[in-house]
């Protein structure tokens, strides 16, 4: 805001104006000339002193009062939708889907509008916590208040889903929903699918898209005789902002591209934007020999991701503490050979996938 000062010397001398806001948090001012602007910072009321002075020090002043409206805070854009199982939960940072005008704190507080399907919570101030109870829907209302408890909310749906069946695959000699790359030579037979890669260094693939969350992903799958140098897993592409993170979960022989020893039979490890995180690793007698099969169990539910092997838990994540995703929108079967390994085939007797669908 803007004005002129109304102050004038009777001897017609040039005046020097000033101004002093009682309060620098609430209101600021700047002289101009005559001009005076006051610019409010913060809620509340302050006063702003106008000091006119001549040449030879006779001065005079003026308050001005001024008061700063507390305006509320605003919504910006819209909370995604969770879905998650019973007993499961889903997180959100909803920090920046609010903003103060007047730049206070703001405190939040979350509800839901049907307590025995879901509960809501904020955690560290700033995380919305909404946890499934029951199968079902409900709403869920995140509230920001100032410190003046004027307020702004936004609402987001969330579903308590059972798992279901996206796919099974028996291997019946059918190119079905799979998509293979063209680094990959396949052949079905039998109730088989046998996979390799015939261009070095690449992947054998095959994959198709889902976009679930809340998934099981299993296999019975094994390395053929005289391929013990071999990996055979499964991999799931996950989508964040326009990265895409990659989880492996494979059984066979591990060389150094994957950053893991070379003894372990079984893995996990994390890719995304040409980084691979250390994983986890290691050798159990759960995990067959070459020429066997072996049914391989991967999970991400309720924050935490497994992977067994003929019913032994091999390993436990926390994909919370690692901020891994647990969203698949590609289900992937991959083999792989070390130093350009291209005469060795994977083996797949069946796969299947349980999930809620992702929002």
């Avoid at 001897?11 to 000033?18: A, H």
């Avoid at 700063?68 to 854009?77: D, I, S, T």
């Avoid at 704190?105 to 839901?112: G, H, I, V």
Wanted: aromatic content about 10%.
């Amino acid at each position: 805001m803007e004005r002129g000062v109304c102050f004038r010397d009777p001897e017609g001398e040039t005046l020097t104006i000033t101004g002093v806001s009682s309060d620098e948090e609430i209101v600021g001012v700047q002289v101009f000339g005559t001009i005076y602007r006051v610019r409010g910072l913060s809620p509340g009321v302050a006063t702003i002193t106008l000091r006119a002075e001549d040449p030879d020090g006779g001065a005079v002043s003026v308050d001005v009062p001024v008061r700063v409206p507390n305006r509320p805070p605003l919504a910006l854009g819209s909370i995604p939708g969770a879905r998650m199982l019973i007993g499961g939960s889903a997180r959100a940072a909803i920090g920046g889907y609010f903003v103060d005008p007047d730049r206070q704190p703001l405190t939040f507080s979350a509800a839901s509008d049907d307590l025995a399907v879901v509960s809501a919570a904020i955690e560290d101030s700033t995380t919305l916590i909404v946890r499934g109870l029951a199968l079902g829907e409900a709403t869920v209302t995140v509230i920001a208040t100032d410190p003046g408890e004027l307020t702004a909310s936004l609402d987001l749906h969330a579903e308590v889903l059972e798992p279901e069946l996206v796919f099974r695959d028996n291997m019946d000699a059918d190119v079905g929903d799979w998509s293979f790359n063209e680094h990959t030579m396949y052949r079905f037979g039998d109730g088989y699918l046998q996979m390799g890669n015939h261009d070095p260094y690449y992947l054998g693939s095959a994959e198709r898209t889902v976009d679930v969350t809340e998934w099981e992903y299993s296999a019975s799958m094994g390395i053929e005789e005289g391929d013990e140098q071999y990996t055979t897993g499964l991999w799931s592409y996950a989508p964040i902002g326009s990265t895409v993170i990659r989880l492996w979960a494979s059984i066979g022989y591990a060389d150094t591209f994957y950053h893991q020893a070379p003894e372990a039979n079984w893995r996990i490890f994390y890719y995304c934007c040409n980084t691979t995180e250390p994983g986890l690793f290691g050798n159990s007698e759960a995990v067959g020999t070459v020429g066997e099969l072996t049914e391989l169990v991967w999970t991400s539910r309720n924050g935490v991701m497994t992977l067994a092997a003929g019913g032994t838990i091999l390993a436990t994540v926390d994909l919370v503490a690692r901020d891994w995703p647990n969203i698949m929108e590609v289900a992937r079967l991959v083999t792989y050979g070390p130093d350009g390994t291209t005469d060795a085939f994977g083996v797949f007797d069946w796969v299947e996938l349980w999930a809620i669908p992702a929002y």
